[in-house]
């Protein structure tokens, strides 16, 4: 390590303060000799030799005050001693810097004596427990100069030592309190040596390393000799066009640049460098700040912010760029682009029942397989959820896209082995083409997803074109989107209750809350076009807690051994909190929980069953009956009478509608009837409109029902017409 790191050229001010004191003592003894010459000239001008003499004197005495004046303006220790060792003269600074010996000081004095006295009163540390051997070493240092040295005092301070011998056998000495200059070279070494940073010491001149801290030797991978043998060239990876170049005309400089280690590795680091001088040397000082990691990790989240997480396809954001960009170009050139949206047939399934990790695997390899299809100058994407895209740039005819599309949906069709598990999913593929189905991204993306869903309606597993009718059915589902919203904040929509019967009595024991909506242009919207539509929108919470409220509210007006039945959709128990809702419309009502069925289909427990399961008992806590609508129309519907013990299942209408006809519809309906029994359910039969379908069922021993036949839903105004004139037949 260097012994100083400084711009000073203090080195050079003590030889010249040195040989300026020699040269004045030189001076005033050649001129007293010169002047005592003439006494050698005989008695006769022994009076004029005196003169000479007198004035030779005069004038060594000024030479000598003038050197004293000069010596004490140095700003370092200075003294001169004879061939025998002793003082001639000193200045005050070398006094003040032995100023625990300067008592000793006088004219005459040796120089070894006082060292002598100095060691025994502890002055010179490094001389304890080897006196004799310190000053032995001193003094050859004394009379056989062979350049600058180090003295410490016993105070802590740090003196430098430059002497030289004079012609005549004496010695001048210079002294320097260097304490300051070492303790900044202590603190340069401790920040320099054991920094965690790389640093490097450079000749400014030949670039080459001639420092080089531990932290450097380890994360180059080169030892301090191999470094010290390097120029920062060799650390440059090729080709980096970028500035590597550090010895500039500043005093310090900031550049990124690309180094290369031992290994191989190649990082990039910012490199802050500072001119200084080092041992005398003109160099610069670099500080290394490995970036690589960071710039790595910045290039991470600029590729995550355009692409999927799970399949690392470019996501919509990133999709939607490049198609402005390839729809630009076709405008220059011409030709055709084309947008294709693809979807996943059944791939709910495979999540349903195999779980969340298991479809994430499937929709890997389904990325997969459309990269496989795709031109590497078009672009796949993942949309969202099993949503996907492919964008071609440049395609010479619609058909080429539509070759493009039945590929897609072979390969993507063929079966998948993963983990074990053979899975099969489909897809469905909507086409748009530019320049005839839309100039800009946005359009051409929308009216191919409008091309999907119309494939999705027909079938599946299939391509289709867009059409311009799709998009007015877009703009017509829009609007009625629209007029459902503004309906449902302005409470518009109506509850309208159908009555539930009791078969042997015809005694209306119920009713069920229905949804109507008087369309101010439309007339009455079906319920199965618009509930749908709240369901995709996420208006069916609304929806459904507008009819809680509404028809506990109306219930309030009914006898109190009247019934009340209000329908959950699934999509309530995955974006609402029905246990709330609920019991705010109880609270609010006030009618007994009791007199409450809700009535779910068993799609509701298809998605996260028990998280359903749950909810559901929370909600028979509350007091209220259960009920599974639609019996018999999905795949597990005895499973889940396993898993939930329901107060009552309805057998829907499309057993009732063929019962008279159709000896296995008879047998499904004795079925369902002797299971309910054996469970201690209750049964409601849907859509009785005949009196055959009411004698059927009441030999069955159906004990409810409700249907055309008795009454059509009706307003609540009606109902309570129908209560007061508690009818005991079937209401026309």
């Not at 550049?255 to 290369?260: D, I, L």
Request: proline residues 3%; glycine residues 6%.
């Amino acid at each position: 390590m260097a012994k100083s790191f400084t711009k000073t050229n203090g080195g050079k001010r003590r030889r010249a303060a040195l040989d300026s004191a020699r040269s004045l003592l030189e001076a005033a003894k050649d001129r007293c000799w010169t002047m005592l010459d003439p006494l050698h000239g005989g008695g006769a001008k022994v009076k004029n030799a005196r003169a000479v003499a007198d004035a030779a004197i005069a004038n060594a005495a000024t030479a000598h005050e003038r050197l004293r004046a000069a010596l004490e303006i140095l700003p370092q220790g200075i003294v001169f001693l004879d061939n025998e060792g002793r003082y001639i003269l000193w200045n005050q600074k070398y006094a003040d810097i032995y100023k625990r010996s300067a008592d000793l000081f006088k004219v005459g004095v040796r120089l070894e004596d006082t060292l002598r006295i100095g060691v025994g009163r502890g002055d010179y540390p490094e001389a304890k427990g080897r006196e004799e051997e310190w000053i032995k070493e001193r003094l050859d240092q004394l009379y056989n100069p062979r350049g600058p040295h180090e003295q410490n005092l016993s105070d802590g301070r740090c003196i430098l030592i430059e002497e030289r011998k004079t012609s005549d056998g004496g010695v001048i000495g210079l002294r320097m309190d260097i304490t300051t200059l070492k303790q900044r070279e202590a603190s340069f070494r401790l920040l320099f040596d054991d920094n965690p940073v790389p640093m490097f010491v450079l000749d400014r001149d030949t670039q080459s390393f001639i420092a080089a801290n531990a932290a450097a030797q380890s994360h180059y991978g080169y030892t301090r000799d191999q470094l010290l043998k390097m120029k920062l060239h060799d650390l440059r990876v090729e080709h980096d066009e970028r500035v590597d170049d550090v010895a500039c005309s500043h005093e310090t400089e900031v550049v990124t640049v690309k180094h290369s280690t031992r290994d191989g590795r190649t990082i990039e680091a910012v490199v802050f460098s500072r001119q200084l001088e080092y041992e005398g040397v003109p160099a610069i000082l670099l500080a290394v700040v490995d970036i690589t990691e960071r710039k790595q990790a910045e290039a991470r989240i600029a590729f995550m912010a355009h692409h999927d997480a799970l399949t690392e396809l470019p996501n919509r954001v990133l999709f939607r760029q490049r198609m402005g960009d390839a729809l630009a170009a076709r405008a220059r050139s011409g030709g055709f682009a084309g947008a294709l949206c693809i979807d996943l047939d059944n791939f709910k399934l495979v999540n349903d029942t195999l779980g969340h990790p298991m479809g994430d695997r499937l929709l890997q390899e389904v990325a997969h397989r459309i990269q496989r299809v795709t031109r590497q100058r078009d672009m796949a994407a993942r949309l969202g959820g099993d949503e996907f895209a492919i964008l071609v740039s440049d395609s010479k005819t619609p058909q080429e896209l539509a070759i493009l599309a039945q590929r897609v949906i072979d390969t993507v069709s063929e079966p998948y082995m993963i983990e074990g598990h053979v899975l099969t999913v489909g897809a469905t593929v909507g086409i748009a083409v530019a320049p005839t189905d839309g100039e800009d991204a946005d359009r051409l993306l929308r009216n191919a997803d409008l091309a999907l869903y119309r494939g999705k309606s027909e079938g599946k597993s299939t391509f289709r074109f867009f059409e311009q009718e799709m998009d007015a059915k877009a703009q017509a589902r829009r609007q009625i989107e629209t007029d459902l919203r503004a309906a449902i904040a302005t409470e518009k929509i109506e509850v309208y209750y159908q009555p539930l019967v009791e078969l042997s009595t015809n005694e209306v024991v119920g009713f069920e809350a229905l949804l109507r909506w008087p369309h101010p242009t439309r007339g009455f919207v079906p319920p199965a076009e618009f509930v749908p539509l709240a369901e995709e929108t996420g208006l069916i919470t609304a929806l459904g807690n507008f009819v809680l409220k509404r028809a506990c509210a109306d219930a309030t007006e009914w006898p109190e051994h009247v019934k009340l039945a209000v329908n959950l959709s699934p999509m309530q128990f995955r974006v609402g909190n029905v246990y709330q809702n609920v019991k705010d419309a109880l609270t609010a009502s006030g009618i007994d929980p009791a007199r409450l069925d809700l009535e779910i289909t068993e799609s509701v427990l298809l998605d996260r069953t028990d998280h359903v399961i749950a909810h559901l008992h929370a909600l028979r806590a509350l007091g209220v009956r259960i009920s599974m609508d639609d019996f018999g129309t999905g795949y597990s519907s005895l499973s889940y009478l396993r898993s939930f013990p329901f107060d009552k299942i309805k057998i829907d209408r499309s057993f009732v509608r063929d019962l008279t006809g159709n000896r296995h519809t008879l047998a499904i309906v004795r079925a369902i009837l002797g299971l309910a029994s054996g469970l201690d359910m209750k049964v409601v039969a849907e859509g009785i409109e005949t009196q055959a379908d009411l004698a059927c069922l009441a030999a069955e021993g159906c004990k409810e029902g409700q249907g055309f036949f008795f009454s059509e839903a009706r307003p609540q105004a009606e109902v309570i017409k129908l209560l007061n004139e508690n009818q005991r037949r079937h209401v026309a």
